[in-house]
């Protein structure tokens, strides 16, 4: 008999978080018990698979590796990541494989050559495969760009983390706007590529030279002010009222 009561316990909890899925109170309160993750763990991934290539790159052509030397052999690590996450947990590592498809469009394109024009556009090549890998991503389970956010959002609180968890299961809005996040940086940096093609043959040479820097910089400060204004924001606001609704069930 007290076995199975044991067993109730915890189906009956389980089916109360379905029957309430915009309730923030059906975060089981043991959550906001589990250890805090601190910010290294949080920001791993994006040291693994975003810092580590694009240093060892720049280490690279600084000590003076030839362009497609150092973008192959900075794609030694994205690829590896890459191949491991499917073999072993059967799953894309989304920034690993972003990496790499950067790298190899870069390397294509670093044969191009001759006309000026041509090459001040052709970086628009890899923040469009960047743009349109973020743009697929934001329809799939995992947003590529969650990943960079959700560290800022959960501050390495194991409340917040845990928070964050039960809202993508439980709220519909929540999971809207992690979406709509991603879809925004995916179109910025789509239409910085259309700008960047756009000047490179309208515009004078010399112009281009300085204004590219100023079309990429932008373009990115645009994405920043959209997402966090319409995006992360909200978000951030529904990721501390449910860590402080489970902290203070808990209590």
Request: charged share 10%; hydrophobic share 55%; with cysteine.
């Amino acid at each position: 008999m007290t076995s199975t009561a044991f067993k109730t316990r915890p189906a009956q909890s389980r089916l109360g978080t379905r029957l309430a899925p915009r309730s923030v109170t059906a975060m089981p309160p043991a959550a906001s018990q589990a250890p805090r993750p601190g910010p290294r763990a949080a920001l791993r991934p994006l040291l693994l698979d975003l810092a580590v290539p694009l240093g060892s790159y720049y280490l690279l052509h600084a000590a003076g590796a030839g362009l497609v030397t150092a973008l192959a052999a900075s794609s030694i690590w994205p690829a590896a990541r890459t191949l491991t996450a499917v073999v072993r947990d059967r799953t894309v590592n989304g920034l690993a494989a972003l990496m790499l498809a950067v790298n190899v469009v870069a390397m294509v394109i670093s044969f191009w050559s001759g006309d000026p024009r041509l090459m001040l556009a052709k970086d628009g090549a890899v923040t469009s495969t960047i743009g349109i890998a973020i743009l697929v991503s934001a329809f799939t389970a995992r947003p590529m760009m969650t990943a960079g956010m959700r560290p800022f959002l959960v501050k390495g609180d194991a409340a917040r983390d845990a928070a964050f968890t039960a809202l993508l299961g439980a709220s519909a809005r929540f999971r809207w706007l992690e979406r709509m996040f991603s879809v925004t940086w995916g179109i910025a940096l789509l239409a910085e590529c259309v700008v960047r093609v756009a000047c490179a043959f309208t515009i004078p040479v010399a112009t281009m030279i300085w204004l590219s820097t100023v079309i990429t910089i932008g373009s990115i400060a645009v994405a920043i002010l959209v997402s966090s204004i319409f995006c992360s924001a909200p978000m951030e606001t529904m990721v501390k009222a449910a860590a402080a609704a489970t902290t203070q069930t808990a209590q």
